[in-house]
């Protein structure tokens, strides 16, 4: 069932309605409770009043006050008469005169001129055969009560006006705010990728949700860029070994070409597959690091052992560059929890560009530091020409190569590959100018843990 925006609150009116309902039944039920006890009360303060004062002044002293009482009357709803003991009003209000009264406590009795006005009377025996009556009016009680009930009943409807109203401002503000949210979803599902959700500096908890959303789309629109990067990079930097693949074993089928030829061609396919197995498996480890996947691999390890170890193998690589190999390391083992295939492969891919491209002559320098409580780096620099500045961030993209020609062997993902492990390990790839050359850190979070 579609619901419709008005649903909510007109749910919520009916609600608010049916509580006004119950809240008025309540409160009358309640308010005669009160007022009845309040009444009782009255009653008998008073009865307890005219028994001391009979018993201070006498009857007849009780017979003045309460004809003078009489002639006064009262605004509270209550009379007071003295009778004899054959049931004749000696003094007081004249309409007890008419009303049924009991020889002792509490009864209610109709008016005989007026069946529909009732009375509370409380007859209490004094001494001498006399029966001092207290009668409540309960027309004045039903009085105080609707007083009571439509003041209250003024009070919860204006109250429930009042929730109805804000209900109805918020439902609207509700819907304006989230349509808003859904149209940028409805131009990103359009393909506008640009489209962000309106935000308000300072704002609520929409304007929370709608950053959320844009930092969101913000990445999404970056992983399709970089989607639309891989595919167009694999396909130009795949193509040239395919093609090279099918030439060599276009060459080794020929029947006509000598042996030694075709066995060439063979082995150059299997070069260019190399090639291309080598760049299809760099991505698959990207993707692995940065989903998360490889965690599952991660141990407790030395980091400073691992890198040395790194290091050591690069040795000979180094010498036959003609540049010279410095490392290290603290005495005390930098314990991490790590994948050390992942790390090895990512240090590994460092000394790799320090080899290749800081130039013959360079000082290539491996350092492993436990920077405080919970941290690691592990920096190579070296003194070659180094990365422009402005492309320092970019290099880390996959496929980015500085060379325009891009004849230099390598795919472009050595960088990438880096910044994936260290998005892994909790930590980032940060790369600097080493004035001169250049200085790759990989950043470790929690070495400890």
């Known amino acids: 069932m579609r619901l419709k925006p008005w649903i909510w609150p007109a749910a919520a009116a009916l609600v608010a309605i049916a509580a006004v309902i119950v809240g008025l039944l309540i409160v ?66 004249d309409v007890i005169s008419s009303l049924d009264a009991p020889d002792a406590g509490f009864r209610t009795v109709a008016e005989p001129d007026a069946p529909r006005r009732l009375w509370r009377v409380l007859a209490q025996p004094l001494g001498g055969g006399y029966t001092l009556i207290v009668a409540e009016d309960l027309s ?56 962000r959700a309106p935000v308000r500096a300072n704002g609520d908890v929409f304007d929370d949700l709608g950053a959320s959303v844009n930092v969101m789309l913000g990445r999404i629109e970056e992983l399709m860029t970089g989607m639309r990067t891989v595919a167009d990079s694999i ?31 063979l082995d150059d396919a299997h070069v260019e597959a190399d090639i291309v197995l080598a760049t299809l498996n760099a991505l698959l480890d990207i993707a692995h690091a940065e989903s998360g996947l490889s965690r599952e691999n991660m141990q407790r390890i030395d980091v400073a052992a691992l890198v040395l170890g790194i290091a050591e193998l690069f040795g000979p690589a180094v010498e036959d560059a003609g540049q010279t190999l410095v490392t290290h390391a603290p005495q005390v083992p930098v314990l991490a929890r790590a994948h050390p295939a992942l790390l090895r492969q990512a240090v590994g891919n460092l000394l790799h560009n320090a080899v290749i491209h800081a130039g013959e002559g360079a000082t290539v320098v491996v350092r492993v530091e436990e920077t405080g409580l919970g941290k690691a780096r592990i920096s ?27 004849t230099t062997a390598g795919s472009g993902l050595g960088l990438a590959l880096v910044a994936a492990c260290a998005k892994l390990h909790g930590g980032r790839l940060v790369l600097g100018d080493n004035r001169p050359g250049l200085v790759a850190a990989l950043e470790l979070a929690d070495p400890r843990s």
């Open 140 to 195: 004045a009680r039903d009085g105080l009560r609707a007083a009571v009930f439509r003041g209250s009943a003024l009070a919860i409807l204006i109250t429930a006006f009042g929730a109805a109203a804000a209900g109805f401002a918020l439902n609207a503000m509700l819907l304006r705010r989230t349509r808003a949210i859904a149209h940028t979803a409805e131009r990103i599902a359009g393909g506008d990728l640009s489209a």
């Open 380 to 406: 190579v620099a070296d003194d070659g020409p180094g990365v422009p500045v402005e492309h320092l961030g970019r290099v880390q993209e996959r496929f980015v190569r500085l060379e325009a020609s891009r």
């Open 28 to 93: 009358d039920r309640l308010g005669e409770r009160a007022i009845a006890r309040q009444q009782t009360a009255i009653a008998g303060a008073a009865r307890d009043y005219f028994v001391a004062f009979a018993r201070d002044e006498g009857v007849k002293g009780l017979a003045e006050a309460l004809n003078r009482h009489a002639e006064v009357g009262a605004a509270d709803g209550f009379r007071y008469a003295l009778e004899d003991q054959s049931g004749h009003m000696l003094a007081g209000a």
């Open 235 to 265: 396909a130009h930097d795949l193509r040239s070994p395919l093609t090279r693949m099918k030439g060599a074993l276009v060459r080794a089928a020929d029947p006509e070409a000598p042996e030694s030829q075709r066995m060439q061609a």
